[in-house]
C-alpha cells in the first residue's frame, strides 16, 4: 500500500490548503516550540531505567570506575606515609629505610597501571553500553514514529524530527557515556575525600565542607541557567536544519518562482537567532569554566592551609601534623578536581537534557489512531462501503465534511470530483483510518471500520497516490514493498500488467537497477512501479487519487485495460480529473460545501444539467 508520508497527498490532502496553515507555518514550523522546563533528574532517571536490560554491564561498569575511584585516593595516603614514616627526621633515616622506599615506588608503580588498565577496560565498556543504549533510544522513537497519526507530521517539519532521531539521540550517548557514570564516580570520590579528611584532622574537614556548600549552591543556579539557555539554543539549530531540509527537498519551487533571495534572507536571519541563542548560553557556560578550573582549587588550598595556620597561631594544633597538611591538602586537590568534574558535567548534562526533553516529548505524544479495544482481524468480502452522518475537521472550528453520507456498493466504481478544497482526499484519508473522524460512523460490509485492525484494514485497502514515493533499493524491492513474501516472478508479472516491464528491461541491471537519488526516472515510470506495487499487494478495496496524471496518453490507453480488469470485482474511489476516467465510472459524486451536492451516473447528471454538466460545457477542470 502506498501510503508513506513523503507522498504528501496523504498526509495533506487539497482541502488542507484551506485551513490557514500557511498563515500558522511561521511560527508553528520555524519560530519557537521550546519546552522551557525546570533542570530536573527526572529525565536523567528516565534515561538511566535503559540500563535495565544491560544490568550486568552496567554494574561491571560502576564497580570497575569505583574501583578506580578508591585507587586514586590511594597516592594521598602514601605522602602520609612517606611525610610520617619514611623522610629523615633530625637528619636521621629511619630504619628499614631502603625497604620502605622500596615498597612504596612499587606500590606507585602499580597503583598507575592498575589506573591505566581500569580506564582502559571501562572506556571500551561504557562506549559499549552507550552505543546499547543509543540504538534501543533510537528504535523506541522509530517506533513511536511509525504509529503516531499524520496530525503530528502534519504540525512538525521532517527536518526537526530528523534531528532528533540521528543528532539528539546521538548526543544523549554522551550524557550516559562520558557524563552520568562519570558524575557518579566523582561523588563518590569526593565522599571518600571527605571521610579521609575528617578522619586526619575533623576542623579542616568540616571548613571545607561549609565553603563547598556555597559553591555548590553556585553551580547549581548556574545549570539551571545554562538548562533554560540550551533549550532555546537547540530550538533556533533545529528550527534552521528543518528550514534547510525543506528547501532542499523543494527547490525546484524555489528557482520556478524566484524565491532563492527571499529564502535566503529568512535562512540568514534563522543563522542570526542561532548565533544570538548560542552567545547568551556561552556566556553562562563561560561562567563554568574559571569556577571549574580555578576557584574551586583556589578555595580548597586556601582553606586548608588558612584553617591550619589559624589552629597552630591560636595553639590547637595538637594532632596537626605535617604530613597530615600535605596530605590533607592532597585530598582536597583530588576533591577540587572531582568538583571540577561535576562544574563540567552539569554543564554538559544541562545542555544535553534539552535533547532529552524532545525525544521524550515525541515518545510521550499520544497515538491517537491506534487499535480499538474490541479491533480484530477481518476480512473485507463484499466491499461495502459506507459513510453515515460523517463530520471531520482537521483544525478545530474548521470542518471539512459535515454530515456526509453516501454508499458505495461491492463491486462499484466510485469517481469523487469537486472543487479544489471540498473533501475528496479527506475521504479516502478517513476509509483507511489515516485520520479518525469526529462523529458518525464509516463502515465496510457493515462493521465500523473501527472494529477492523489497523492492519487488516489497510492490507485490505490500497492507496496509489499522484506522486507515489519509491524507497532507496532496487525495483524489484520496491515492486515487493507491498508484499515481502512475493517471488520475483509475480512482482515481474505485476510490473507487466501495467506496461512497466517495458522501461524497467531498457534500465542497466533491469529488476535490479537501483533507485536512489540519482536515479533518473520520469514522474510517469514511477507511477508505473508504483501500480505494480498496489497490484501485487492484491487489496479488496481501492484508492485512485489522480493515479495516471503523470503518465502519457498512450500509456494510459494500454494500462486502461488492465486497470479496468484489476478492478472487476472491487470496490474502488478514484479521484481524477480526465473525463476517460470518470465517465466510466459507476456512479459520479460531487462534493461541496462540506456535502454531496449530486450524485450519479455520467448520463444521469449530463441529463441534470446541474454542476457536473456546467464544469463539462465551461470546459472546466474537474
Same mark, same amino acid.
Not at 62 to 67: A, N, T
Given at each position: ?347 554538559? !548534562? ?86 479518525? !473522524? ?185
Amino acid at each position: 500500500m502506498d501510503c508513506n508520508h513523503t507522498d504528501g497527498n496523504i498526509l495533506k490532502g487539497d482541502e488542507t490548503n484551506n485551513m490557514s496553515k500557511s498563515a500558522d507555518k511561521k511560527n508553528l514550523y520555524y519560530e519557537d516550540e521550546e519546552l522551557l522546563e525546570k533542570f530536573n533528574f527526572s529525565m536523567l532517571k528516565r534515561l538511566w531505567f535503559y540500563t535495565k536490560k544491560y544490568k550486568k554491564q552496567t554494574m561491571i561498569t560502576i564497580g570497575i570506575l569505583l574501583f578506580d575511584c578508591i585507587l586514586a585516593l590511594v597516592p594521598s595516603f602514601l605522602y602520609l606515609l612517606i611525610m610520617n614514616q619514611i623522610l629523615p627526621k633530625d637528619h636521621i633515616l629511619p630504619q628499614g629505610f631502603l625497604t620502605m622506599t622500596g615498597i612504596v615506588l612499587i606500590a606507585f608503580f602499580l597503583l598507575y597501571l592498575s589506573r591505566v588498565i581500569c580506564q582502559w577496560v571501562t572506556m571500551r565498556l561504557m562506549n559499549k553500553l552507550g552505543n546499547q543504549i543509543i540504538c534501543d533510544l533510537r528504535k523506541e522513537l522509530f517506533e513511536k514514529l511509525m504509529k503516531l497519526s499524520f496530525h503530528y507530521y502534519d504540525s512538525h517539519p521532517s527536518g526537526k524530527i530528523l534531528v532528533r532521531v540521528t543528532n539528539y539521540v546521538a548526543e544523549v550517548a554522551d550524557i550516559f557515556v562520558f557524563q552520568m557514570t562519570r558524575i557518579l564516580c566523582n561523588i563518590i570520590t569526593m565522599a571518600f575525600c571527605f571521610i579521609a579528611v575528617l578522619w586526619m584532622d575533623a576542623r579542616i574537614g568540616t571548613a571545607v565542607v561549609i565553603s563547598l556548600i556555597f559553591l555548590s549552591i553556585l553551580m547549581y543556579q548556574l545549570a539551571k541557567s545554562l538548562h533554560i539557555r540550551s533549550s532555546s539554543e537547540r530550538n533556533k539549530i533545529s528550527n534552521l536544519v528543518a528550514f534547510i531540509a525543506e528547501n532542499i527537498n523543494g527547490l525546484d519551487v524555489i528557482r520556478a518562482f524566484n524565491r532563492a533571495d527571499k529564502n535566503e534572507e529568512i535562512q540568514k536571519e534563522l543563522c542570526k537567532k542561532h548565533v544570538d541563542a548560542l552567545m547568551k548560553t556561552t556566556h553562562v557556560r563561560e561562567a563554568f569554566f574559571p569556577l571549574a578550573h580555578g576557584i574551586v582549587q583556589i578555595i580548597c588550598i586556601l582553606v586548608v592551609y588558612g584553617t591550619a595556620y589559624f589552629l597552630m597561631v591560636h595553639g590547637m594544633e595538637r594532632g596537626l601534623t605535617l604530613g597530615i597538611i600535605v596530605s590533607v591538602a592532597s585530598y582536597m586537590q583530588i576533591l577540587s578536581e572531582n568538583l571540577s568534574g561535576i562544574c563540567q558535567r552539569i554543564q554538559n !548534562i544541562a545542555s544535553v537534557t534539552t535533547n532529552l526533553e524532545r525525544i521524550f516529548d515525541t515518545m510521550d505524544t499520544e497515538e491517537e489512531i491506534t487499535d480499538t479495544d474490541f479491533a480484530k482481524d477481518i476480512s473485507i468480502k463484499d466491499g461495502l462501503v459506507e459513510f453515515k452522518d460523517v463530520s471531520f475537521s482537521y483544525l478545530r472550528d474548521t470542518t471539512v465534511l459535515e454530515k456526509f453520507s453516501f454508499t458505495a456498493y461491492s463491486g462499484e466504481m466510485i469517481a469523487l470530483i469537486g472543487p479544489t478544497g471540498a473533501g475528496k482526499t479527506t475521504i479516502v484519508n478517513l476509509l483507511s483510518r489515516f485520520y479518525d !473522524i469526529d462523529s458518525g460512523k464509516i463502515t465496510i460490509d457493515g462493521h465500523d471500520i473501527k472494529e477492523y485492525s489497523l492492519s487488516s484494514l489497510r492490507s485490505q485497502v490500497g492507496v496509489m497516490m499522484q506522486d507515489s514515493f519509491l524507497f532507496e533499493g532496487t525495483i524489484m524491492e520496491n515492486i515487493r514493498f507491498s508484499k515481502p513474501q512475493a517471488s520475483d516472478e509475480d512482482c515481474i508479472k505485476a510490473a507487466k500488467k501495467v506496461c512497466a516491464d517495458e522501461f524497467i528491461c531498457r534500465l542497466p541491471d533491469g529488476y535490479q537497477t537501483r533507485i536512489d537519488e540519482h536515479t533518473s526516472l520520469s514522474g510517469g515510470e514511477r507511477q508505473l512501479l508504483a501500480f505494480a506495487r498496489l497490484m501485487l499487494a492484491d487489496p479488496r478495496i481501492l484508492i485512485l487519487d489522480e493515479a495516471t496524471s503523470h503518465i502519457d496518453t498512450e500509456t494510459e490507453q494500454k494500462i486502461q485495460k488492465a486497470i479496468a480488469e484489476f478492478l472487476k470485482g472491487r470496490t474502488s474511489f478514484v479521484i481524477a480529473h480526465r473525463l476517460s476516467t470518470i465517465r466510466n465510472a459507476d456512479k459520479i459524486v460531487y462534493i461541496e460545501n462540506k456535502q454531496i451536492a449530486e450524485q450519479g451516473t455520467h448520463e444521469q447528471l449530463l441529463k441534470k444539467k446541474g454542476l457536473y454538466w456546467k464544469l463539462l460545457e465551461q470546459g472546466l477542470q474537474i
